[in-house]
C-alpha cells in the first residue's frame, strides 16, 4: 500500500503539541473532554496523530475568531463525514459570515462607547481647567499610567 503523503504517521506529545501551540495539557484534555480531539493511548501517554495536531489547528483558529467549541465541532464532525471538506467549507463558511457580522456590530459599539468617553473626558478636563486646575496633572499622570498598561499589553 503506497504512503499517503497528505496524511503522515507522525505522533505528537501532549508537551510536542502544548509547545507548538503555546497552550496548556489542561487545555487539550478539556478538548479530548468535549469529543474534539481523539488522541490515541500508549501506556496512560496520549498520542496525538497529524490529523488530531490538524483538528487541534482548526480549535484554535475557530476560538480565535469566536466559535463556541459546539460550533467548532459541528465543524470538525463534518470533515469526518465528508473527506473532501465541501460540507465543512460550506457549514465554515455560514459560521465565519455569521462572526463578521457579530465581530463588526462589537467594533461599532466599541468605537461609539471610546467616543462616548472621549467626549466625556473632554468635559471633565474643560471643567476641572476652570475649577480646580491643580488636579489636572494626576488625570494626565493617569492617563500615561493607563496608556502605559495598553501598551504592554500589546507587546
Same mark, same amino acid.
Given at each position: 500500500?503506497?504512503?499517503?503523503?497528505?496524511?503522515?504517521?507522525?505522533?505528537?506529545?501532549?508537551?510536542? %503539541?502544548? *509547545?507548538?501551540? /503555546?497552550?496548556?495539557?489542561?487545555? #487539550?484534555?478539556?478538548?479530548?473532554?468535549?469529543?474534539? =480531539?481523539?488522541? !490515541?493511548?500508549?501506556?496512560?501517554?496520549?498520542?496525538?496523530?497529524?490529523?488530531?495536531?490538524?483538528?487541534?489547528? %482548526?480549535? *484554535?483558529?475557530? /476560538?480565535?475568531?469566536?466559535?463556541? #467549541?459546539?460550533?467548532?465541532?459541528?465543524?470538525?464532525? =463534518?470533515?469526518? !463525514?465528508?473527506?473532501?471538506?465541501?460540507?465543512?467549507?460550506?457549514?465554515?463558511?455560514?459560521?465565519?459570515?455569521?462572526?463578521?457580522?457579530?465581530?463588526?456590530?462589537?467594533?461599532?459599539?466599541?468605537?461609539?462607547?471610546?467616543?462616548?468617553?472621549?467626549?466625556?473626558?473632554?468635559?471633565?478636563?474643560?471643567?476641572?481647567?476652570?475649577?480646580?486646575?491643580?488636579?489636572?496633572?494626576?488625570?494626565?499622570?493617569?492617563?500615561?499610567?493607563?496608556?502605559?498598561?495598553?501598551?504592554?499589553?500589546?507587546?
Amino acid at each position: 500500500m503506497p504512503h499517503d503523503l497528505r496524511r503522515p504517521a507522525r505522533t505528537y506529545t501532549i508537551r510536542q %503539541l502544548c *509547545l507548538e501551540f /503555546k497552550c496548556t495539557p489542561r487545555a #487539550l484534555r478539556f478538548y479530548e473532554d468535549k469529543g474534539l =480531539l481523539n488522541p !490515541a493511548r500508549d501506556g496512560m501517554n496520549r498520542v496525538y496523530s497529524y490529523q488530531d495536531r490538524g483538528r487541534l489547528v %482548526l480549535i *484554535l483558529r475557530g /476560538k480565535r475568531v469566536g466559535l463556541s #467549541l459546539s460550533e467548532i465541532g459541528e465543524i470538525l464532525d =463534518l470533515y469526518e !463525514a465528508d473527506e473532501s471538506g465541501a460540507a465543512q467549507a460550506a457549514k465554515s463558511l455560514k459560521k465565519f459570515q455569521e462572526r463578521i457580522v457579530a465581530l463588526e456590530q462589537q467594533k461599532k459599539d466599541i468605537d461609539d462607547a471610546i467616543a462616548q468617553l472621549q467626549t466625556g473626558v473632554s468635559a471633565m478636563e474643560k471643567r476641572l481647567t476652570e475649577t480646580r486646575p491643580d488636579l489636572l496633572p494626576r488625570a494626565d499622570a493617569y492617563d500615561q499610567v493607563l496608556r502605559h498598561r495598553l501598551d504592554g499589553a500589546e507587546a
